[in-house]
Each structure stands twice: as structure tokens, then as C-alpha cells.
């Protein structure tokens, strides 16, 4: 199992509604093929207006195929410039649990 860390930092005061976007119809649109969401967070200490999210997929290749086929959803295409207009900067990490994570 392998977990993806998407890092979001937005534009000062669009995490309400970045949030509220998602909330109504982004996830959706997301759970239906990238399926496996471990957490959705904001930040409230530390650096701010961040938001982050962490998926499960099984491998490198269940990511890219998942991510391939949310990327051709005409539905993700017209609502991904939505948020994408709330966001400054983006980051994503690949993480291998380590043999004694619980999440292993």
C-alpha cells in the first residue's frame, strides 16, 4: 500500500470556500475514481491556509491509472478550475508505510 499526501497551500482567506466547493461536488467527483480517501484536513497551527489530503492506492500503477481516469471525467475537468483559482501552491508526496505502521 502506498499513500499519496497532496498539499494545498491557498490564497489567504479561500479555505472557506474551497472547502464548501469540494464539500458540494468535488469529492465526489474524486471518491468515484481515486475510491481510497484516508483524511481531508485544514490547518489551524503552524502554516496556515493549508489544506491536505491523503489517498490509498495499492501501487504506483493503481495511482496512475486512478488519477488517469478522474483526470478524463468531464465532470473533474469542469470543476477542477473551481478550486484550482483558490490554490498558490501544490505539493504531493508518495509514502511507503514502514513495517510496523499501523496503516501497513
Known amino acids: ?5 497532496r498539499t494545498y497551500r491557498l490564497k489567504t482567506g479561500a479555505a472557506p470556500e474551497y472547502l464548501r466547493l469540494v464539500g458540494e ?3 465526489a467527483i474524486q471518491r468515484r475514481h481515486l475510491e481510497n480517501l ?3 484536513f485544514v490547518s489551524e497551527i503552524g502554516p496556515l491556509n493549508q489544506i491536505v489530503h ?3 492506492y495499492e501501487g504506483l500503477d493503481d495511482r496512475e491509472r486512478r488519477r488517469a481516469s478522474l483526470a ?6 469542469a470543476f477542477s478550475p473551481k478550486i484550482q483559482a483558490l490554490i ?3 505539493e504531493t508526496k508518495i509514502m511507503k508505510p514502514a513495517a510496523f505502521s499501523p496503516l501497513a
Open 1 to 5: 500500500m502506498l499513500y499519496e499526501i
Open 54 to 56: 491523503v489517498w490509498a
Open 72 to 77: 478524463a471525467d468531464p465532470a473533474w475537468r
Open 38 to 40: 484516508v483524511g481531508y
Open 88 to 90: 498558490e501552491t501544490m
Open 25 to 27: 461536488e468535488g469529492i
